[in-house]
């Protein structure tokens, strides 16, 4: 078990159960600022160099990751990062081989970090009634989250939850889940080093 990672869209709630899912499980936490990871790719005005942005950013993220040599939980993960690159590009039409290939790039890094350092991503879903934005943005991440789980190796274990109201029901979910994928894992383990 190395990683867990929280995805969703902004206020689901992601810090708060990671947070409290630390304390509960003596998991180290880790927490990512949205305004420090990225301000400065939506500041930018070419379109190249803002995925270079999220480019930066997903590379901050494994960086942190690979930094702890112990289980953690984390409040970010490249979900997120794929998920506000896709927003920030939404409204550009100037969009050409170059920087899709780019993009492109963007995916290779952000499957290699989950397949590296992720075992869980649990995403948050909004509940019903959140703003519209929250709303897109919740798809957008919903997206990502699938073609993520698509594309990652078979090593790691995905998720989707809607973020319930209570934050103790989102620990003890997130508990039992965890769990339930610990146990899989020692009994493939064992069944594969029995004896034919």
Sequence with gaps: MNGIGISGAKGVGKEQLAEGYSRETGFRFLHFSNRE??????????????????RNA????????RFIDSRFIADMTPVDVMANLYSSLSWMDN????????????WKDAVIICSTHLTVIMHLQPNEGCPVQE????????????RLAN???STNLFT??????E???????????????????CNH????????
């Design 167 to 185: 934050l103790p029901d989102r620990i003890r979910t997130l508990k039992q889940f965890v769990h339930g994928k610990m146990e899989e894992s």
């Design 151 to 153: 594309e990652v190796t």
């Design 37 to 54: 990871m990225f301000t400065a790719a939506y500041t930018s005005c070419s379109v190249h160099d803002r995925v270079a942005n999220f």
């Design 95 to 106: 969009i050409d081989s170059e920087c899709r290939e780019n993009i492109e790039a963007a």
């Design 189 to 196: 383990q064992f069944t594969s080093e029995k004896p034919h």
């Design 160 to 165: 989707v939850r809607r973020a319930m109201i």
């Design 58 to 65: 997903l590379a901050h993220l494994e960086s942190s990751y």
């Design 135 to 146: 709303q897109i943005n919740a798809t957008s991440a919903g997206l990502i989250h699938t």
